[in-house]
């Protein structure tokens, strides 16, 4: 295998290797003294560092390859995921300021403070399971085909290497590393993908080109919109039920949230929030439309630009019209997307362990005991994540790791349900929550098993009757609605059957159990810049979303 990088795209690469060396060097000298330096880098991270890291954290390689993919093959559609930047502000807005009030780790112990430890354990374990079965082996599988691809090496080499070296720095400097390294990673990776929007729209011929030559061949290749019976990106579905999975990963997600509660106050978690929201737009310019432009580049010089099959689009447009140099600064970028998903989800594993489970079930350990316990989880995950991928290379292009990516539109309806009906409603009791939850768990059990037994007849176009087909067959999207509604109803239902929770134990973590004082603090924690700003991203939203109509 021969590697498309030459010998400055190395020295670039060594380059910024040595820089992300420095950083984390420069973090593990600042010595964790406690949890909440290893955890929460002692709550004391400025707003920049914090957008970036939202940013980076959200990023993986399967997000860089596969959307640029998505956006060579079916155009914008995808691009509603990536408009979600208005429900991260929705966290600095909503969510943040009942969480730091709470002064929890975690989200589940966030659960246990508002309804019971019932709740904490369930969200605990399914998290953990979750994180590893999910974002761990995909982070690790599409990581280690994007750097043997790159760099020219066997791809257990490349997946190996980069767990094991993302994995010893988030080990050692716990979460100010995770943190710091990201922003490094999150300017490198914008820089380099930039620059591979600009010379793919240039090739082309400009904007009005691309659309001229795309829309001639696929009209619908600018349509966000697709009809409500598209199979694969209904509006309804892209609308309604990626709001509610976004509100899950956005809001209630350690992997995401844990970024804000790194801030030692309420505006400064917000404004990274904001910042956060921000560069969640850029995707779509640096990551979908170069899929888009590689599309296009294929009908106007096909002898040029091939490309086999769509998840090879970003690739092909790296080899092709980078000059050498910028080459290695793109690789860096685009492993620099890897590592830094992989160093989140590391880190949000280990504090899930060590707060949720381990400090649970050992209360008197002390706070060098629990950092130890702390470094060993995140040890033990790397370890896991190897194992696992001999599997994902096995199942990775098969139908597995379809359910995998579709997984979490099941996983988010009770959850995104739980978290947000217990902050807005405070009537709303731990029996409900339990209940909630576990409901959505059988629910998401069905709806899996179903698809894996049906899937023989839903590739074979065979139509069936019965009430377990029609269930595996409903578009990912529209389950996602159908679970929402059903886990509001089944959540209010409980609720107003049971007992009212004691006001008293929950005071500060749902709006109507909001102090005098709390509320004071609450309009004292944002500016008019704050506003502003926050507007305006709604107002650019609103505009892309109508651009994109066809």
């Known amino acids: 295998m021969e590697s498309v990088l030459e010998r400055p795209d190395w020295i670039v690469l060594g380059i910024y290797f040595l820089a992300l060396i420095g950083v984390a060097v420069w973090v593990v000298s600042q010595k964790n003294k406690n949890t909440e330096d290893y955890f929460l880098a002692g709550r004391n991270v400025g707003w920049f560092v914090i957008g970036a890291s939202i940013f980076a954290s959200n990023i993986g390689s399967e997000h ?21 930047a208005w429900i991260v502000l929705l966290l600095g807005w909503l969510f943040l300021p009942f969480y730091i009030r709470s002064g929890a780790f975690t989200m589940p112990e966030f659960l246990e403070k508002r309804f019971d430890s019932r709740s904490r354990w369930f969200l605990s374990i399914f998290s953990l399971v979750a994180y590893v079965l999910t974002k761990v082996s995909v982070t690790i599988y599409a990581g280690g085909i994007v750097v043997s691809e790159l760099l020219g090496i066997p791809f257990w080499y490349g997946a190996i290497g980069v767990v094991i070296f993302t994995g010893i720095y988030t080990v050692v400097g716990g979460m100010k590393a995770v943190i710091y390294t990201e922003t490094l990673q999150t300017v490198i990776l914008i820089l380099g993908s930039l620059v591979i929007t600009y010379l ?22 600018f349509n966000m919109w697709r009809p409500m019976s598209d199979p694969d990106f209904p509006w309804t579905g892209l609308l309604f039920g990626g709001t509610i999975v976004g509100i ?81 600064l793109v690789a860096g970028g685009l492993m620099a997307a890897l590592m830094s998903s992989l160093a989140s989800v590391f880190n949000s594993c280990s504090t899930i362990f060590t707060i949720d489970i381990y400090k649970k079930l050992r209360p008197e350990k002390s706070e060098r005991e629990l ?180």
């Open 371 to 550: 950092l130890t316990i702390g470094k060993i989880a995140t040890g033990i995950i790397v370890v896991l994540g190897i194992i696992w991928i001999p599997i994902m290379d096995k199942i990775g292009g098969g139908v597995m790791y379809q359910y995998l990516q579709n997984v979490q539109s099941y996983i988010a309806p009770p959850v995104t349900t739980v978290f947000l009906l217990g902050i807005i409603w405070k009537r709303v009791n731990s029996k409900a929550a339990i209940t909630t939850l576990l409901a959505g768990l059988v629910l998401l059990i069905l709806r899996l098993g179903s698809e894996i037994y049906y899937q023989p007849e839903i590739a074979a176009g065979t139509e069936l009757s019965g009430f377990l087909f029609a269930f595996a067959t409903v578009n990912f999207a529209h389950m996602a609605i159908f679970m929402f509604l059903f886990s509001v109803a089944l959540c209010i239902a409980v609720t107003l059957a049971t007992a009212p929770p004691n006001y008293t134990t929950i005071k500060g973590l749902s709006f109507g159990t909001l102090s005098p004082e709390d509320r004071i603090n609450s309009k004292g924690s944002y500016s008019t810049i704050d506003i502003v700003l926050s507007v305006l991203l709604v107002v650019i939203v609103i505009g892309i979303l109508s651009y994109f109509t066809g």
């Open 64 to 84: 860089v390859v596969g959307l640029a993919g998505t956006g060579f093959e079916t155009g914008t559609p995808m691009a509603h995921y990536e408009l979600h």
């Open 200 to 221: 793919g729209l240039k090739e082309v011929g400009g904007w009005g080109q691309l659309h001229e030559t795309v829309t001639s061949v696929s009209p619908d290749h």
């Open 248 to 328: 899950w990963y956005w809001c209630t997600d350690q992997y995401i949230v844990q970024r804000t509660l790194a801030a030692n106050n309420i505006k400064i978690g917000r404004r990274g929030a904001i910042f956060g929201a921000y560069l969640k737009l850029m995707p779509i310019l640096i990551f979908l439309i170069p899929g888009i432009i590689a599309f296009a580049l294929t009908i106007q010089n096909p002898e040029v630009f091939s490309v086999d099959r769509a998840d090879r689009a970003f690739p092909m447009l790296v080899k092709t019209l980078l000059p050498v140099g910028l080459k290695g």
